[in-house]
């Protein structure tokens, strides 16, 4: 993963102050003129209940590397329902993988049997099928792979968040943050790499890595590492009311190098 950000987000008109007003004006809700280092958008809900305005913000890091950052905002209605989609997608060796978890993986959300019944358990199935899908297709999709943080606002009122490596979810509310995403680190996870014939190294200068090569333990696609890591993401579901004032979806290129 290469260091660049990317930034999504969803707001309520709110006062806050700091760090996250800033992020959040320059992600989300402010201009979304861009520039030959970065470009960005901005939108609002037409027909929910709770309007609420969103964006996003991509910025190319100093280190040379093509940009594999892919992101998704935007509304669909589905069943008489209003949903806001929003995601990261962090890739690595190359952008085959975030691309296609871009233009498929909401889709194949949406199509669980169960999805309005049971949303996490639909998260948590499509989560997998998307993956083994990129697996049984390396020979199209490439070696490489991707984080995921994703989040679905049904009508306003209720936001699912999940994720899988260390892209995250910070939910302000009454002006606090939370970070409700897990940064599924390597060192965190050892004793079940090693249980599935792994190792992780951590060297001097650098971060633990999964057999001295991934960041993250937990990554769609990587087929030549897979027997070593996970897909299984983790799903939060957070009540939409009035002290919720914004939430941040962003790649470690915000949380681990801009701050």
């Known amino acids: 993963m290469s260091q660049h950000s990317s930034v999504a987000g969803a707001s309520r008109p709110v006062k806050e102050a700091g760090f996250f007003t800033k992020i959040k004006n320059v992600a989300c809700l402010k201009s979304s003129s861009s520039s030959d280092k970065g470009k960005g958008g901005k939108g609002k809900s037409k027909s929910s209940s709770n309007k609420v305005s969103h964006g996003f913000h991509l910025v190319e890091g ?21 949903l806001g989609l929003f995601a990261i997608f962090d ?31 639909a998260i948590r199935s ?25 989040a ?16 995250r979810a910070v939910v302000c509310e009454r002006g606090s ?55 299984e993401p983790d799903v939060r579901h957070v009540p939409i009311d009035s002290t919720i004032d914004f939430v941040i979806l962003a790649s470690d290129g915000l949380w681990k190098v801009s701050c």
């Open 62 to 82: 100093q280190s040379g590397h093509k940009m594999e950052d892919y992101h998704v905002a935007e509304y669909r209605k589905r069943k008489n329902h209003t």
């Open 91 to 121: 890739g690595h060796l190359g952008d085959r993988v975030p691309t296609y978890l871009k233009d498929n993986l909401f889709n194949n959300i949406l199509e669980e049997p169960n999805f309005w019944k049971d949303p996490e358990a």
């Open 126 to 150: 499509a989560y997998s099928s998307t993956d083994k899908f990129i697996l049984d297709n390396s020979m199209q999709l490439g070696p490489g792979g991707s984080t995921a943080v994703t």
């Open 152 to 167: 679905i606002v049904v009508d306003g009122k209720d936001l699912w968040v999940a994720n899988i490596g260390d892209s």
């Open 177 to 231: 943050a939370n970070q409700i995403t897990v940064d599924h680190e390597p060192h965190a996870e050892r004793r079940r790499i090693e249980k599935q014939g792994g190792f992780v190294t951590t060297l001097p200068g650098d971060v633990p890595r999964v057999n001295g090569q991934l960041a993250v333990a937990r990554a769609f696609g990587d087929q030549s590492l897979k027997a070593h890591l996970s897909s």
